[in-house]
Nanobody, 112 residues
């Protein structure tokens, strides 16, 4: 079982990034999925979640209206579209499959 994130990088404030998380070794369409993030010195924070069939999504107040979580069960992939990025969004972003499966994380840095 493996989750592999990609799409992180350095972006200026106000910019956009799209993170991807590719799953393998599990029946992806049965799993609720989440994105978390962690900044240095801070606890890991739940950013967004999506149900197995995309019928339900939820967001942290800090990203509501700026981030969008989505998934493609045919591609075993979950996405996080991040718009209007702020310096405080800088963190390592982790993909999580409900049941305790974590990806390795991808760094997002928002800086001018």
């Amino acid at each position: 079982v493996q989750l592999v994130e990609s799409g992180g990088g350095l972006v200026q404030p106000g910019g956009s990034l799209r993170l991807s998380c590719a799953a393998s070794g599990l029946t992806f369409s049965r799993y609720d999925m989440r994105w978390y993030r962690q900044s240095p010195g801070k606890e890991r924070e739940l950013v967004a979640s999506i149900s197995s069939r995309s019928s339900s999504t939820n967001y942290a107040d800090s990203v509501q209206g700026r981030f969008t979580i989505s998934r493609d069960n045919a591609k075993n992939t979950v996405y996080l579209q991040m718009n209007s990025l702020k310096p405080e969004d800088t963190a390592v972003y982790y993909c999580y499959a409900r049941g305790g499966i974590w990806g390795q994380g991808t760094q997002v840095t928002v800086s001018s």
